[in-house]
């Protein structure tokens, strides 16, 4: 078994924010540890039938016509990748979630990439901190020009110093491109700046057979138990890339130390988890 070190600096795989590594290869391959944020999802939106809730008001049902409307069109394409009804389906339950949980909140992002899950809470909360180590991702996201509610900030999460504490902190298709050996040191710097009994809520990807996730598609585990796929950049070049797929009990376990009041919600593309910190 090849053992790796990885030195990170910031990288771009097609168009995603990426970590890759500065000084390891695998016979020929570069280690790109990818840190996606949801930013090739297609548009769902929190607004329904027009009407942006006002922070803590009542939000129609998603059973609504107005709220459907959301999922107009079975097939969307976006930048190349197809998304089918059902995985649309359930990134609608994700924001419709996300929306209701961080209503009237204040929320620190972490990763949030070109700022696609923050255009979304932000429509609801009372105010938003995201924050992302790519300038360039930090960058397409204040272009979005969102209300005076957001505000970005080009900040590693394992550097990131603030005396605010939040209400909630949201982690949005991160935890999979972490080494499992940091994923302790995360969760501690999470932990941290939300405040007594907030919430800590987490979004990221379920192994599906036929698709990118297809656990056939694993290409290497190396000695912690990390799992990396092969993945061809648009030049032609081949990548090692770092994506864990935790299970249920995995989750609980290394949360339970800082959390309480585990809810974990597996949608058939998505896993969710959703805790109240644990503080004194």
């Given at each position: 078994m090849i053992a790796i070190k990885v030195t990170l600096r910031l990288g771009v795989l097609a168009g995603k924010r990426a970590w890759?590594?500065?000084?390891?290869?695998?016979?020929?391959?570069t280690v790109i540890l990818p840190n996606f944020a949801g930013e090739n999802l297609p548009p769902l939106n929190c607004v329904y039938n027009g009407f942006r809730p006002e922070r803590n008001a009542e939000r129609p049902s998603a059973n609504e016509p107005g709220y459907r409307r959301i999922l107009q069109g079975s097939r969307r394409r976006i930048r190349g990748r197809v998304f089918e009804s059902e995985e649309q389906e359930d990134l609608k339950t994700a924001t419709d979630l996300f929306c209701g949980l961080f209503a009237g909140k204040s929320v620190l992002e972490v990763a949030c990439g070109t700022g696609w899950w923050t255009e979304r809470i932000a429509r609801v909360a009372e105010s938003v901190l995201a924050i992302d180590i790519n300038e360039s991702m930090i960058a397409i996201a204040r272009e979005k020009k969102l209300d005076g509610n957001v505000s970005f900030e080009v900040s590693d999460i394992f550097a990131f110093a603030t005396d605010a504490?939040?209400?909630?902190?949201f982690c949005g298709f991160i935890w999979s491109h972490i080494l499992l050996e940091d994923l302790d040191r995360l969760i501690a710097r999470i932990y941290g700046f939300v405040k007594p009994?907030?919430?800590i809520t987490i979004i990221d990807c379920n192994p599906v057979e036929g698709t990118k996730h297809d656990l056939n598609r694993i290409a290497k585990i190396d000695e912690n138990g990390n799992t990396f796929q092969n993945r061809t950049l648009r030049d032609g070049s081949a990548h090692l890339v770092l994506k864990n797929f935790p299970d249920e009990r995995f989750i609980r376990t290394k949360l339970s130390p800082?959390?309480?009041?585990?809810?974990?919600?597996?949608?058939?593309?998505?896993?969710?988890?959703?805790?109240?910190?644990?503080?004194?």
């Amino acid at each position: 078994m090849i053992a790796i070190k990885v030195t990170l600096r910031l990288g771009v795989l097609a168009g995603k924010r990426a970590w890759i590594s500065a000084d390891r290869t695998v016979g020929n391959r570069t280690v790109i540890l990818p840190n996606f944020a949801g930013e090739n999802l297609p548009p769902l939106n929190c607004v329904y039938n027009g009407f942006r809730p006002e922070r803590n008001a009542e939000r129609p049902s998603a059973n609504e016509p107005g709220y459907r409307r959301i999922l107009q069109g079975s097939r969307r394409r976006i930048r190349g990748r197809v998304f089918e009804s059902e995985e649309q389906e359930d990134l609608k339950t994700a924001t419709d979630l996300f929306c209701g949980l961080f209503a009237g909140k204040s929320v620190l992002e972490v990763a949030c990439g070109t700022g696609w899950w923050t255009e979304r809470i932000a429509r609801v909360a009372e105010s938003v901190l995201a924050i992302d180590i790519n300038e360039s991702m930090i960058a397409i996201a204040r272009e979005k020009k969102l209300d005076g509610n957001v505000s970005f900030e080009v900040s590693d999460i394992f550097a990131f110093a603030t005396d605010a504490r939040f209400d909630a902190v949201f982690c949005g298709f991160i935890w999979s491109h972490i080494l499992l050996e940091d994923l302790d040191r995360l969760i501690a710097r999470i932990y941290g700046f939300v405040k007594p009994g907030g919430a800590i809520t987490i979004i990221d990807c379920n192994p599906v057979e036929g698709t990118k996730h297809d656990l056939n598609r694993i290409a290497k585990i190396d000695e912690n138990g990390n799992t990396f796929q092969n993945r061809t950049l648009r030049d032609g070049s081949a990548h090692l890339v770092l994506k864990n797929f935790p299970d249920e009990r995995f989750i609980r376990t290394k949360l339970s130390p800082v959390c309480q009041k585990i809810r974990y919600i597996k949608l058939r593309y998505y896993w969710i988890t959703i805790c109240e910190s644990d503080h004194d």
